[in-house]
């Protein structure tokens, strides 16, 4: 049971390229989301997922896509990078309704020059 | 729309000192309260969390809270730090119903144990 996992760990990328995070769970967890973090701000929700097929906004969703087409992945695209996305980026997971603790991934460090 | 506030960025302590971080909360609705911990180049990891009933809740590795609701407080403690103790803490609430269990976080506490 590896819990949640992210891909990739590290990643630098030029301003306007493009990139995938995948986030996957092996727990069933039926709710996923993605936060950024940054320093002095906490985390912020970017977007969740209810259920596979289903995703919505969140605090910051601007500059993010996502996809949750199988239920143990979650997938956050950037389409066009900018320096203000440089961030940490983490994925979690909740069991559904009645659970209340999410389970973090280990984050992804992203960098854009 | 609920907000957390975690009154020191940084708390400096000695080894064996005791130590409280501070956190406020503003919501219109009744909320879960949480206190996540991120050690350095980790993820978060859950420590305590209030849901009902009594108001002190206690994790394994001697940190508690107590939820204080006419101060809208959920500050935590530990008697006595090691340097293991030395990490990033968060603060955060979500709504008792609906709202999907968003997590809103303060903006963090760096607590720092020197020997």
């Known amino acids: 049971n590896a819990g949640v996992t992210q891909t990739p760990k590290f990643r630098v990328l030029k301003t306007g390229q493009s990139m995938t995070l995948l986030c996957a769970q092996d727990?069933?967890?039926?709710?996923m989301y993605w936060y950024r973090q940054d320093p002095g701000m906490g985390l912020r929700l970017i977007h969740y997922?209810?259920?596979?097929?289903?995703?919505a906004k969140g605090e910051v969703p601007d500059g993010y896509n996502v996809s949750r087409l199988k239920k143990q992945n979650f997938l956050l695209g950037l389409e066009s990078a900018a320096p203000s996305q440089t961030s940490v980026y983490f994925c979690?997971?909740?069991?559904?309704?009645?659970?209340?603790?999410?389970?973090f991934g280990p984050g992804t460090r992203l960098t854009v020059l | 729309a609920q907000s957390v506030t975690q009154l020191d960025s940084q708390v400096p302590v000695f080894e064996e000192a005791p130590v409280e971080l501070r956190c406020n909360y503003s919501?219109?609705?009744?909320?879960?309260l949480f206190w996540y911990v991120q050690y350095p180049n980790q993820g978060l990891q859950l420590l305590l969390k209030?849901?009902?009933?009594?108001?002190l809740v206690e994790s394994i590795n001697g940190f508690e809270a107590e939820f204080n609701k006419s101060q809208t407080s959920f500050h935590l403690r530990k008697p006595s730090v090691h340097i293991s103790d030395t990490a990033e803490y968060f603060c955060?609430?979500?709504?008792?119903?609906?709202?999907?269990?968003?997590?809103?976080f303060g903006a963090g506490t760096r607590l720092a144990v020197h020997p």
């Open positions: 979690a997971s909740r069991p559904g309704r009645g659970w209340n603790e999410q389970f």
């Open positions: 727990m069933n967890h039926e709710y």
């Open positions: 997922s209810v259920g596979e097929g289903t995703t």
């Open positions: 919501s219109s609705v009744s909320v879960y």
């Open positions: 209030y849901l009902s009933g009594s108001t």
């Open positions: 955060a609430v979500s709504r008792t119903s609906g709202g999907y269990n968003k997590l809103i």
